[in-house]
């Protein structure tokens, strides 16, 4: 009788630099079926689904293998007058990732981790943005906001306008 012996298969183990990696592909893939960025001209946009609360995306500027975006409510943040939350993304055609550089929800990076944090730091920093991105994107999905519901603001009416500046 022939005997199979069997080892457990360690999982491999991902660490946190490839978790953080997973989320910029997962948060590309959320983005590009909500609005499909990349196909947007430099300028600002509305996403309005009858909630009250539009959304704002401003494409900042189109370099050869990068897009640089903006996503944000029109609410401002008290103290700074910084619309809150917000979130500067890059998308990175060719690796086709999208990462979240900055957010601010009522504070900003430097407030939260220092000048001059660890690398470790850091990094957490990062997984915890991008993780708040995904969840952003998901939520907005699941309102009802997409290419069909986002205008150029140069395309809204004038009381639109108004109430966006």
Known sequence: MSHV???PVEAQKINRFSWLMALYAENHQRLHR???PA????GRYVSSVGDGLDLH???IARHAYTVEYRLSYALLDPVTGEPDPSAFLRLYRDAKLVEATHCYIGRRWQDAIG???PPAEVLDHRLRMNTF???WLQYLAERGHGVGTLVRVGD???MTVSRIA
């Not at 196909?39 to 430099?42: I, K, N, P, S, W």
């Open 133 to 135: 991105l995904g969840k």
């Open 5 to 7: 012996v069997s080892r």
């Open 57 to 59: 995306l401003e494409v």
């Open 156 to 158: 809204v009416d004038e």
């Open 115 to 117: 000048l001059h944090p």
């Open 39 to 42: 196909d947007l001209e430099t």
């Open 34 to 36: 909500l609005f499909a």
